[in-house]
């Protein structure tokens, strides 16, 4: 543990972590929030509420890309402040549109996602040493699992008392307010060495070796590991945005729907302990073996009946 402490104490992590925390509390449910609103606002089915969520989560994985490539051109602000404004406007909206246009709204605000978690991953980066990462990684990771844990509960059990399209609305203000302290705190995105390597990019010879150091290779990019990678990632991205629809729709049938957030209440504080306890280990698992352990161990939650 004292590892960890020593990395709240970098300057500026510490706030860093409690407003991104914020953020992405409120990112982490906006999929569940939508769910709701479909199946109960709009008294979709769930398979129409997953067009939705699915529709968010194309957003997501074309625009991830696109706004990196903004961030690393004009800085994190004005990136941030853009799709913290579009995200205001999106979920104002939500209790006044019908389904089509929920799933075309939708599709737009993944576009504009706050990156809320890109930006605080490579700002843990740049204000930790190399010997402090693993562990910065972790803790970030850890944030990331409490989010999952609050931020989907707060939703089903808001939802179960106030209208869907007021749940929304707290929602959006969330993901505004965290966005926004972002922004206010403009973090730094490379270490100070990258920095001196990119100011000595614009001089004489230095110019080629800068750009070199900037953008490897093309092959490097997107060689066998990397895809791998990304794979795996996509893998589990889908694994456990489908246990979250299944765990809704599963108890929404035995009129047990309330108890979806303790379900996943349970699941958030299990993955922290395993969170720190990865971020603790001197040497790292494999990260295929955890993935496949993963998915192992999830196949019993579709047998459950209650």
């Known amino acids: ?21 914020l953020a992405r509390t409120a990112i982490t449910a906006d999929v569940m929030a939508l769910t709701l609103y479909a199946v ?10 997953g067009g939705v969520a699915a529709a968010l989560t194309a957003g997501l994985a074309l ?13 994190p602000r004005p990136v941030l402040l853009v799709t913290v404004a579009a995200q205001a406007a999106f979920w104002l909206s939500v209790p006044a549109l019908p389904y089509g246009a929920l799933v075309g709204a939708a599709l737009v605000a993944g576009l504009l996602m706050v990156p809320a978690q890109p930006v605080t991953r490579q700002a843990i980066a740049a204000m930790t040493t190399p010997r402090q990462r693993r562990a910065a990684f972790a803790l970030g990771a850890v944030q990331g699992e409490l989010s999952y844990m609050v931020g989907p509960a707060v939703v089903i059990l808001c939802t179960a008392r106030l209208s869907p399209g007021v749940v929304a609305w707290g929602l959006g203000a969330a993901i505004v307010a965290g966005g926004t302290g972002i922004a206010l705190l403009d973090p730094p995105l490379r270490a100070e060495a990258e920095s001196d390597a990119g100011s000595e990019a614009g001089t004489g010879t230095g110019a080629r070796t800068g750009r070199a150091a900037e953008r490897p290779p093309r092959r490097q990019r997107s060689g066998a590991r990397l895809i791998a990678v990304l794979t795996m990632a996509f893998g589990i991205t889908v694994l456990l945005g489908g246990v ?28 922290v302990v395993g969170g720190l306890a990865y971020g603790a280990l001197s040497r790292p698992l494999p990260t295929w073996s955890l993935l496949g352990l993963l998915g192992l161990v999830t196949l019993p939650v579709g047998l459950a009946h209650d």
């Open 1 to 21: 543990m004292t590892g960890y402490r020593q990395i709240l104490a970098v300057p500026g992590m510490a706030p860093l972590l409690a407003v991104s925390f």
């Open 63 to 75: 625009g991830g890309p696109l706004l990196g490539r903004m961030i690393d051109r004009r800085g």
């Open 244 to 271: 979250d629809l299944a765990v809704v729709a599963t108890l929404e049938e035995t009129g047990q729907v309330s108890f979806a957030a303790v379900v996943v209440a349970v699941l958030g504080v299990a993955s």
């Open 40 to 49: 109960l606002g709009l008294e979709s089915s769930y398979a129409a509420a």
